[in-house]
């Protein structure tokens, strides 16, 4: 009993400290050096990880039934309440992010060093925290949604935090109002909902969704799909991303790689008692989000920034998880979800450490050969290269390996789906062996020798990440399902999709493997020893075919050139003509025609008004004449 | 008999009454209309509104109803506030421009 009341209210404590912390922190900006407020940040964001932690371990004893917790009714009818929940999902959630704003934290406090807005980057980051456990520690869509915007805003301010910038101030914009399109079809989601349930709470939602019609839940997703595009940036909802990497590497890691943009695929796994019902939901994440993984993964391979290769990697492997989502199998998608945010993190951080080092220098050109100058940097990012690769036992290797069999266990097309997502993975690992060799092997002729490992308040939490990077696979493998077993409440009523068993799985982990190696080989082959300048290209007539597709991945297949001239120039020209047509003579014209009217007609009638008495009298007699020729006239009424 | 009917024929009818009453309002209405001193409208007013209760009571007379001597008397009330009210305007009007004339009153023209 004890163990129950306690974690009732306890992890709304981890919920509710960053945002005390930010709070605090605003209040005392001016007294507080970057010592003092590294000191209020890291132990609120170190206890909000412990409350997290035990939370978690009682919900554990507890065997992972789940915790609702109503502050308050707002409405009776329809229900509306704000409401939290501590179950298996949002209990890996709240560890993944109370931990990884922990770690990322301590990096940023040597990253941010000498910054002169020190102390609003982590009022930002608190609240992002904050606003992020609110959207995965909600019972209902209205909380989720208050966080799902709440992100989108500290999104916004951490992009733009060096807002001087013009790119940095565009690319917060741009970030907000691709969002906007995304949570447009959000909230309307939400109100079908409502309109349907009469409630916001996910049980009663998820519980009663068979007393509602399969083509109501296909629109219901659909909306709700749209929402999960914006915020988890897939296609076509995807650009504001990339121009997010505008903002501080450390929130880059945490915002856009690790938690945010895996909300949509949070919330879609939330909803996965609803989203089972519908097949063409499915169908479509699962379509959508293999163009994604295969439109990023080929964008990234001729990219020279060093935080766009990753930020076009992140799209990616959402863009895996959503496949994960579409072919039935959520706890692999959470898996990836878990593994990616480590990995991922750890690759930023390594970035960030690279860039710091660098002087600020993103342009991978001008790197090269930085391994022996910075061996700690380069090998946590080699670990985090073989991470994300897929190759075991590190962690991206079972997540990615887990999702690849789910998708080939549904059978039928999905059969073709797994083989377009192979050819993904065998792209990841192409460009992320690339983009480490560009880093840290390859010799592009600059001096380095200036250039000094990063700070120990760096390196460690790199070290941290990247022992996570290798052992967190191990938490669901196909000898240890703790996963399924974290999440087994949540998934209670639905349809997973189980692993082929035996052989077959054996193989497809072989033919996965197989890929993330080939892809690292011939990563070395062009960029290690540079295998294309000792052959003759001409030769071979591949000279046009590989600047083509060096062109066409750079230029994202000049997707952004197509929404900025369709979306953004037609939009511009649309407006303007509104502006005229519409606003100036539809509605400027009736408006200003009813004053002149008025104005007219007044003009006219005021004449009768001379102000001499007698005229007056003249009229009151005419109008008296009148009525009696009107009386005279009337016949009697009988009554 | 004879001599009686012919006493009974000049016998003052209620149209008479009504028809001094009528040449009463119009002289009333026409002095309105004609004069512009403002004292003469007021008297030619307070004609009119002689003449309407002369009306009253002839008609009350006709038809043997008492309602119209009653509101008579309030015609007459009204008169006497209104003469109140509109001998004070007519005295301000002669202190601002020292003559009766409504015809220079014409401030409130559209």
């Given amino acids: 009993m004890w163990q129950e009341v306690s974690l009732d209210f306890i992890f709304l404590l981890s919920i509710f400290l960053p945002f005390l912390t930010a709070i605090f922190l605003f209040l005392n900006k001016k007294l507080f050096n970057e010592l003092m407020t590294n000191f209020f940040t890291l132990n609120a964001a ?71 807005n020190y102390s609003n980057y982590f009022i930002y980051f608190n609240f992002f925290v904050f606003s992020m456990l609110l959207l995965v520690m909600s019972s209902n869509f209205l909380v989720m949604f208050f966080g799902w915007e709440l992100v989108g805003l500290s999104s916004y301010l951490l992009i733009s935090f060096w807002s001087k910038k013009p790119a940095a101030a565009k690319a917060g914009n741009k970030a907000f109002v691709i969002n906007r399109v995304g949570d447009f079809g959000f909230l309307i989601g939400l109100m079908i909902i409502l309109d349907n349930f009469n409630t916001f709470d996910f049980y009663k939602i998820l519980n009663n969704s068979n007393e509602v019609s399969e083509n109501t839940i296909t629109l219901i997703s659909l909306f709700l799909l749209l929402g999960a595009f914006g915020k988890s940036a897939q296609f076509p909802l995807f650009s504001w991303l990339p121009d997010a990497m505008e903002g501080p590497t450390p929130a880059s890691a945490l915002i856009h790689a690790a938690t945010m943009v895996t909300a949509g695929v949070f919330m879609l796994v939330r909803i996965s008692p609803l989203l089972q019902h519908s097949n ?34 992140t799209i990616s492997q959402l863009g895996f998880m959503f496949i994960a989502i579409g072919a039935g199998a959520y706890v692999a998608a959470i898996f990836h979800l878990v593994t990616h945010a480590f990995f991922k993190a750890l690759l930023f951080l390594g970035a960030g450490a690279v860039i710091h080092s660098m002087h600020h220098e993103q342009d991978i050109r001008k790197m090269g050969g930085l391994r022996k100058q910075m061996p700690i940097t380069a090998s946590m990012m080699g670990v985090g290269t073989l991470a994300i690769s897929g190759i075991p036992p590190l962690a991206g290797f079972w997540s990615k390996d887990e999702i690849l069999a789910s ?22 690992a192409f460009y992320m062996g690339r983009h480490w060799l560009l880093i840290f092997e390859k010799d592009n002729g600059f001096e380095h020798s200036d250039i000094n490992e990063a ?32 999440l087994h409440v949540n998934l209670e009523n639905v349809e997973v999709t189980h692993l082929p068993e035996g052989i077959t799985l054996v193989v497809l982990a072989v033919l996965s493997i197989g890929a993330g190696f080939t892809g690292l080989i011939i990563a070395f082959l062009f960029f290690g020893i540079e295998l ?95 009525l009696i020729v009107l009386f005279i006239a009337t016949p009697m009424v009988q009554s | 008999m004879t001599r009686r009917k012919e006493i009974a024929m000049l016998e003052v009818t209620t149209d008479w009454y009504l028809s001094l009453a009528a040449i009463l309002f119009t002289i009333g209405f026409l002095g309105m209309m004609i004069r512009k001193n403002a004292l003469i409208m007021f008297m030619c007013i307070e004609l009119m509104l002689n003449a309407v209760n002369l009306t009253f009571i002839s008609a009350s007379k006709h038809f043997g109803q008492i309602e119209g001597q009653v509101f008579v008397f309030f015609v007459l009330v009204v008169a006497a506030a209104e003469v109140v009210v509109g001998l004070a305007i007519i005295v301000s009007i002669f202190r601002k421009q020292s003559s009766a004339s409504v015809d220079v009153l014409n401030v409130a023209r559209g």
Avoid: C
């Avoid at chain 1, 549904?410 to 997502?421: E, R, S, V």
């Avoid at chain 1, 009813?594 to 004449?607: G, Q």
């Fill in chain 1, 532 to 626: 294309h300048k000792r052959i003759d290209l001409q030769k071979f007539k591949l000279e046009y075919p590989i600047n083509l597709i060096k062109d066409l991945s750079f230029n994202v297949l000049y997707l952004n050139k197509f929404g900025n001239l369709f979306f953004v120039s037609g939009m511009k020209n649309l407006t303007r003509k509104v502006a005229v047509v519409v606003d100036g003579m539809l509605i400027d014209g009736s408006v200003n025609f009813v004053s002149t009217a008025f104005n007219k007609t007044s003009k006219i009638t005021s004449t009768t008004q001379t102000g001499m008495v007698r005229n007056y009298v003249v009229y009151f007699g005419l109008f008296l004449l009148l």
């Fill in chain 1, 455 to 486: 700070p120990k308040a760096m390196t460690r939490p790199l070290l941290l990440l990247g022992i996570f990077s290798i052992f967190i696979g191990f938490i669901n493998t196909p000898f240890f399902h703790g996963l399924e077993k974290v």
């Fill in chain 1, 280 to 313: 063409l939901a499915s169908l479509l994440i699962t379509v959508f989000g293999l163009i994604t993984a295969l439109l990023a993964a080929f964008s990234a391979i001729n990219q020279y920034d060093i935080k766009k290769v990753l930020a076009y990697s």
């Fill in chain 1, 46 to 116: 170190l206890l909000s990880f412990a409350i997290a932690a035990y939370s978690f371990v009682v919900l554990a004893l507890n065997k992972f039934n789940g915790v609702n917790i109503e502050l308050f009714q707002w409405i009776s009818n329809p229900d509306i309440s704000i409401g939290f929940t501590l179950d298996g999902l949002s209990g890996i959630m709240l560890i993944l992010v109370t931990g990884l704003s922990f770690v990322i934290q301590l990096f940023s406090t040597s990253y941010m060093e000498k910054d002169e």
């Fill in chain 1, 407 to 428: 998708v080939f266990a549904n059978g039928g097309i999905y059969y073709i789906f797994w083989a377009l997502t192979l050819g993904a993975a065998f792209l990841t």
